[in-house]
């Protein structure tokens, strides 16, 4: 046999292999290691917990909040308009429906470890538009839940800010504070808006 | 050397590019970064004030000190020494014996105009583009290549008479 | 784990001395290929000679192959490899202008300073008009921009817009290959021109 029957032969035995091998780049990074921390070192990718309030109170559609923690913390109370993706699950979700989109994607957990991990895997594996609220649920509650104001004058900014944190806080209240059937109606309401931005130009 | 035999080497030659630095081959990029660092030496201000010069000058790199441009000078050396190594060197203007010398040189010099200008338009030649570009599955690639084949069999025969 | 030049602290020297190294290995692969005649390379479009095809798909086929083992294997992130990107008009017009400057010269510049280096006085001139065709898209730049830059469509991989896992398109464009590989030996039958072809 000639070389090239021989190279023929050779070439598709591997071609074969190649198409059922289970090959997929899909789960691993694609930036450099020491590009993508700086990445998320940067400021630009925090939202403070009052930038979030501000989305919260004004209903902000551009901007989708996901809560890392666990379905059962998640039922006891929420942020609203969040929607939940337990942290253990992450990784065994098709993130591209949620992430792949125009609209921001801001993680946040009860600190910022989890909220800062699932940042890296985000964007590493390539859904730049990610950010992180800063703090967590502990910041949101000492900021916006806790706020008070204390003094005698106040700046149009901080006055802006507190009425922000006020109405924020008072949203928070009455839909944590809601019976769970509703709670799971308010968010089924949210999960339909949202598979609807997703369907439209498949 | 068997045609199947070299173009397994040579695509060894690829699969080690990639593997070790992330990127396939190419030619025709070299030879602009010597075009840019020439017009550079001489001409630095006009280079400065063009919007296509001015980009390989920022933050003071050097043109030379380039992937591509080390490539090519690579390439000269290892056609060189394979030359060398099967007796093949020698000064020649290879040619069909039916036309003369200037009108082969004459067309060498104007294939090479027309070749390296569609090749910045098409940000690669076979090397860089249709080779490259296949073998990590870029859909520019397959298209470029068939491309450059399509059109040089459809301009073969205008040409017949330099070859055949 | 693998591109090596992107782990984090490699020097840049080091970068380039290993292009200079891939250089040469590429310089003596297209001359041991024969690649430093442009007989030879022309031959491709007048069927007396189809070593060029042959050796293009061999080596595109087996880096292909090559890379996809390495990436299963954890060796190679495909990620990090630089896929050319796709301008629509620019990549059509560029391969065309391209066709017509390789059956005028007979090279395409990898082969034509390999073939300068083993003293072609026709890829000399070849090399220098193609700096001169390089200097020309440099100063005609501005008129051309909104061809260069336009239908920018991004580092579109073939498999995906075809709808298949990169294996599949792999065996395929093997399929694809061995058929064309002897179509070419047909063709160097029919069209042989051993006046020419003893001489390259």
Redesign the interface.
Known sequence: MN??QN??AI??L????????P?S?KY???E???KLLSEVLDEKTCFTADQVARFVVTEDSTVQLIDLRSAEEFKRFSIPGAINIPYNELMALDLESYLNRDVRSIFYSNGDYQSGYALIIARGL?YKNCFVMKGGLNEWYNLVMNSRFSGETITARENALFETRTKARRMFTELNSMPDSLKARYRESKEIERKKLDGGCE | M?P??AG?LLGLVLLFSMYLAGRGLGASGGLKYCVVSIVGAIDKSHADKSVYYNKYFEDGQNPISNWLTLVIFGVLAGGFISGAVSKRLKFKIEKSPKISNFRRLFFAFTGGVFFVYGAQLARGCTSGAALSGMAVLSLAGFITMMAIFGSAYAFAWFFRKNWI | MGPIT?L?GFPAWLDLLIAFIIGIGFGFALEQAGFSSSRKLAGMFYGYDTTVI?VFF?AA?VAL?GS??L??LGLL????VFVNEYYVTASIVGGVIMGAGFIMGGFCPGTGVSALSIGKIDALFYVLGGLTGAFLFAETYPLIQPLANGAYRGPVKINEVLGL????F??L???A??VM??LA?LAEKKFARPDITDKI
Do not use: C, H
Not at chain 3, 77 to 80: I, R
């Open positions: 070389t090239r190279l023929s070439l598709v591997l071609g074969i292999i190649l198409a059922f091998l090959l780049g691993s990074l694609r450099k290691p020491d390539g | 068997n199947y035999l397994t | 992107s984090p042959k061999t086929i192959v996809q083992f990436s299963y992130n495909l990620n990090l896992s990169p294996g599949l792999t065996l464009m093997i399929a290959a061995v590989f002897w030996e």
